[in-house]
């Protein structure tokens, strides 16, 4: 779990948000499918989608691209806490 202090409170990024939003970055925009809309990638999907870190947009029926917005792209570069 991944806390960015340099908001105005701290917030917490889970593994799997942060795994989400990594890909992206390094990917550019992806696709997803609407297969499985209760899947874990979906249920992460719009958390991020919730933070304001990346925006879904519907491009075909049953695909959405997946962009990284800015607040998303600081949450991915974050340093990753020690264990």
């Known amino acids: 779990m991944v ?3 340099a908001a105005p ?3 917490t990024v889970l ?4 795994l ?3 890909l992206v970055a390094m990917s ?3 696709a997803i499918t609407n297969v499985r809309p209760s899947s874990i990638l979906w249920r ?3 958390e991020c989608v919730d933070r304001g870190w990346v ?3 519907q491009i075909s029926p049953g695909v959405h691209r997946v962009t990284m917005l800015p ?3 600081e949450v991915a570069r974050a340093d990753e806490p020690s264990a």
């Open 55 to 57: 925006e879904a947009v």
């Open 28 to 30: 550019g925009d992806i």
């Open 3 to 5: 806390v960015l202090r």
């Open 9 to 11: 409170y701290p917030v």
């Open 15 to 18: 593994p799997q948000q942060r």
């Open 71 to 73: 607040a998303g792209r």
């Open 44 to 46: 992460t999907l719009r």
């Open 20 to 22: 989400l939003l990594q």
